[in-house]
């Protein structure tokens, strides 16, 4: 494990360990960092650690992959479909409707049906955890209010003895942190970070070198080494994205008959627009993460930086009318220059 990921992973640990439900846990982060693969390990040191033995028909844990559609209002009732599918519930489980022999004819419920049916489902089945993954899917909608809203329903998943987990890129900071403060204030924010070309080389190098103890890249380690900096910088600092650009290369030097060196690494580069895509997302999530800053006065009391004094009192002046202009003139100069 590399730094950034067994930092969050150590803290997800110790937290789970410690709540007693009512918290929602936003992991958020690039793409391709790695943040799916810290939620699979959370679910299963959940289901091997912390639940091992529970009650007959319980189900500690739900989780589902939400799926952008065409109409991005369906978004949250395919998602609360999938959560209902795994959770088992009668209505909506492929396996017993098929063990029964009974196909009901598929109906269309509303939204308000689903989160019932959900929120009885968590309340009869004991469930702990509800895990989200890819949540951006939810707040891609024209209106960001629009977006927080469908955030806040699924606030309701995060009850007594129960926590809500979603997992999603930089999307998802927006509708949960800047609109619904009842929202915003239960939720903990984790950020899986990329790693910055002038503070994260070391730990980069290492991670290189740790890669290059596989078979598959046996023998390449001073050749990636040689190539760290040019390798976070145009991998953006993530983890995935570098395993999937030395594939990538792996593979081009197979099918040309080539060796796998520096040349080989700069002619398989990133296109453009995939670089510049992944440094805008990295960009506009860093801008939104910024902390709150405080300064220490003279006394030692801390004050914060930036914050709204008093509103100079409106000024009860009345505005001068515009004057009105006059669109036609009777014998207009049609040629001013001539004169």
Sequence with gaps: MHQNFSILWRYLKAFTGLSNGGDIILIVGPS??????????????????????VELGHIPIIGARANPSQDSRMTPKQLIRALLEDGGHPLFDPARIERAGFYPTPRSHSEDVLLGNLTELVSRRGVRYVLIDEGQAITRTKDPKFAATL???????????????????????????????????RTVVLHLAPYDLTTGLGEWERILKTMSKS?????????????????????????????????????????????????????????????????????????????????????????????????????????????????????????????
């Design 215 to 339: 078979p598959k890249l046996f023998g390449l380690g001073k050749i990636l080494i040689d190539s760290a900096s040019m390798l976070i910088e145009e991998s953006n600092g993530c983890v995935g994205v570098l395993e999937r650009r030395l594939k990538d290369c792996l593979s081009w030097c197979a099918a040309h008959g080539i060796p796998f060196d520096k040349t080989s690494l700069a002619e398989r580069r990133p296109t453009k627009l995939q670089w510049e895509v992944q440094r805008k997302d990295i960009a506009d999530g860093m801008d939104r993460l910024q902390q709150v800053e405080w300064k220490a006065d003279s006394e030692g009391e801390l004050t914060l930086i930036g914050a709204p004094g008093k509103m100079p009192p409106k000024s009860t002046k009345v505005p001068p009318k515009p004057k009105k202009g006059r669109p036609f003139q009777r014998n207009p100069d049609r040629y001013p220059s001539a004169q």
């Design 32 to 53: 391709n960092n790695g943040k799916s693969q810290l939620l699979g390990l959370l679910a299963r040191h959940l289901r091997d650690t912390l639940y091992t033995h």
């Design 151 to 185: 955030m806040e329903s699924l606030k309701n998943l995060a009850g007594p003895d129960r926590n809500l987990v979603v997992c999603g890129g930089y999307d998802l900071l927006e509708p949960a942190l800047s609109i619904r403060s009842h929202l915003a204030m």
